[in-house]
């Protein structure tokens, strides 16, 4: 019988410091064969973790198209486990198990506008699905990219944000920008407010549990269909298969039944979002 | 307990196994170790504690930490039988069987333990227990899961029944042939949902605003007591030893009631007060075990409410729950 506990030693490739708290490490199995075989979906989420200093999940966000050559983790020094992995360096290797949860089902994107709004470090997730729409995976017409953040400081991907520009109508807005900074200044709410989207659109959103609210209150103002909106969302977890409780939201499992979850699903549970 | 059968079958129980029963401690009845038969009290009244630490420590070794290598810890699982357990626990004990099939440390530790299932009066009397969370059905073994069951017959004699090859093995073992085989055809019956279960199911899902809830937060102390006693609470916590003599990474018990449950890195906590924590911990009974194994997650054993300090009696919660319109 496998053990569902087992974890596989994976090696850093490369590191990229992408803010002040947050590193993006890029792992390959150890094992050769198991990275040749490994598959994961956007939106799915690995278990980490290192001897003595337990596991957490984070969110793959690299894209699947890769998977067969590496997989990357951006992770953001919030805890004991993180400021450890973030201390680690090239060639230095991690434990890890997965990938877990359902990740978005981009066959329902499909001829739909797509838009994606982020907030601080949920911004996370969402980074393989904007790779592949502009790598031509994800057939869409049209990308609307909304990204609240601190500062620029905590900016996310930064490197990549001229290439996203060019190919989506990208806006960023943060809450407390240095003066040097020419865009737009405070909650992406105001930013999306200002702006045309299409309501036949498919919106994910992740970000901090208040930003839901206010987003989606808008969305609604919009048009945006209750089924044509997605969130992943952010749970304590332990098993990553619906066992240990940690992550249950009403009769559903954040680790199993989600991440990711139609906002039209979950609306009426409390305490969900 | 002068049936010279079952005489045999303890003898035999007592000779191979560490056997696990309920005795009286203190005036209480209570499931532990025992020494000898004569300690078994054989009433079929509710222990106190449940038997789920014996199928699921309260802390088990899941790996060693060998420098920065985690190797599964090689666990020694003693040969125990798990002796009168009365209906409803049997029916805990079903669920944990489902909840933990692909769970390697669980199945291990199964595979030297015998679950031997009792009823003081046969044909079951189950009126007695006052099971107020699902329906009863009168064929309750074959909704069952367990090795042997013994049951105590009008006229004093006792039955037995074998529930799996390891306990017809250990029958004919110990010399007992006269005895039934039950199939096990699924915790609940094929031809009829139980509605009771179904109806709690909608009730429970549809409550959160009800006032219910704000009543009892009012008074429960999240302590926790009601998690620790339920034969059904089977959630952990996986947690890393920094004992430098002998890292690793163990599992042990979690309680949704304590402080830390919910909390994500940053101090979110998605279950930040009472009202949350107690509504959260009948969805888990009432609603996602029904959804996922199609079974009740309370099995109507009562302990909570005997442990609880402010009085909470879940059975007329439920019976309140059942009447919002």
């Known amino acids: ?273 | 307990m002068n049936d010279k059968k079952l005489k045999t079958f303890l003898a035999g129980v007592f000779d191979d196994f560490k056997v696990f029963a309920p005795a009286k401690n203190d005036g209480k009845l209570v499931v532990g170790e025992v020494a000898k038969a004569e300690e078994i009290d054989w009433s079929g009244q509710m222990p106190v504690n449940p038997w789920k630490k014996v199928f699921l420590p309260s802390e088990e070794r899941l790996f060693s930490a060998n420098g920065d290598k985690l190797v599964e810890n090689k666990n020694i699982y003693p040969k125990v039988v798990a002796l009168g357990v009365n209906v409803l626990d049997l029916r805990a004990f079903t669920l944990l069987e489902r909840v933990f099939a692909d769970d390697v440390y669980y199945q291990k530790r199964r595979r030297n333990t015998v679950v031997v299932g009792y009823s003081p009066d046969w044909p079951i009397d189950y009126k007695k227990y006052k099971v107020f969370s699902h329906n009863f059905e009168n064929e309750i073994l074959e909704h069952l899961l367990f090795d042997v069951f013994i049951a105590k017959l009008k006229n004093n004699n006792f039955a037995f029944y074998s529930g799996s090859i390891e306990g017809q093995k250990l029958l004919e073992k110990y010399n007992i042939s006269d005895y039934k085989n039950i199939e096990y055809i699924g915790s609940t019956p094929k031809t009829s949902v139980d509605r009771k279960m179904l109806q709690l199911q909608e009730k429970v899902a549809k409550s959160a605003d009800k006032r219910i809830w704000n009543e009892l937060a009012k008074i429960c102390l999240a302590c926790g007591k009601c998690s620790i006693v339920c034969p059904t609470c089977f959630c952990f916590d996986l947690e890393d030893k920094v004992d430098p003599e002998n890292p690793g990474r163990i599992r042990k018990w979690g309680n949704c009631f304590y402080n830390d449950f919910s909390r994500v890195a940053g101090g979110y906590k998605p279950l930040d007060d009472v009202k949350q924590k107690i509504y959260f911990w009948y969805v888990h009974k009432f609603v996602r075990i029904p959804r996922e194994y199609k079974m009740p997650g309370c099995v109507s054993c009562g302990r909570c409410s005997k442990v609880c300090p402010v009085g909470i009696n879940i059975g007329k919660v439920i019976q309140n729950i059942s009447k919002i319109k």
């Not at chain 1, 979906?41 to 003595?52: D, E, K, R, V, Y």
């Not at chain 1, 992550?247 to 680790?255: F, L, S």
């Open chain 1, 1 to 273: 019988m496998e053990n569902v506990y087992q974890t596989q030693k994976a090696r850093i490739v490369s590191i990229n410091r992408e803010s002040l708290d947050t590193m993006l490490f890029r792992f390959k199995f150890v094992d050769k064969k198991l990275q040749r075989n490994f598959a994961y979906l956007s939106g799915q989420f690995m278990q980490i973790g290192l001897a003595s200093w337990g596991e957490c999940p984070i969110s793959i966000c690299s894209s699947p198209s890769d998977g067969k050559e590496f997989f990357e983790l951006a992770i953001r020094d919030v805890g004991p486990l993180t400021h450890k992995l973030n201390s680690l360096g090239v060639g230095d290797v991690a434990d890890v198990r997965g990938p877990y949860g359902n990740g978005f089902d981009v066959d329902k994107f499909i001829d739909k506008p797509l838009v994606i709004i982020g907030g601080g470090c949920g911004f996370v997730p969402l980074r393989p699905l904007i790779i592949d729409y502009v790598n031509g995976r994800i057939k869409n017409n049209k990308l609307q990219i909304f990204y609240g953040c601190l500062n620029e400081q905590t900016l996310l991907f930064k490197k990549e944000h001229p290439l996203w520009n060019r190919n989506s109508e990208f806006v960023i807005s943060l809450e407390k920008p240095s003066d040097k900074w020419k865009g737009e200044k405070g909650l992406i709410t105001a930013s999306i407010i200002k702006r045309d989207i299409d309501p036949k659109s498919v919106v994910v959103i992740v970000g901090p549990p208040v930003m839901y609210k206010f987003v989606i209150a808008e969305l609604l103002k919009k048009k945006i269909k209750p089924e044509n909106i997605y969130v992943s969302l952010e749970r304590k977890m332990y098993c990553g298969k619906g066992v240990c409780q940690h992550c249950a939201i009403g009769p559903y499992y954040v680790c199993k039944d989600g991440p990711v979850f139609c906002w039209k699903n979950i609306k009426d549970i409390p305490g969900a979002l």
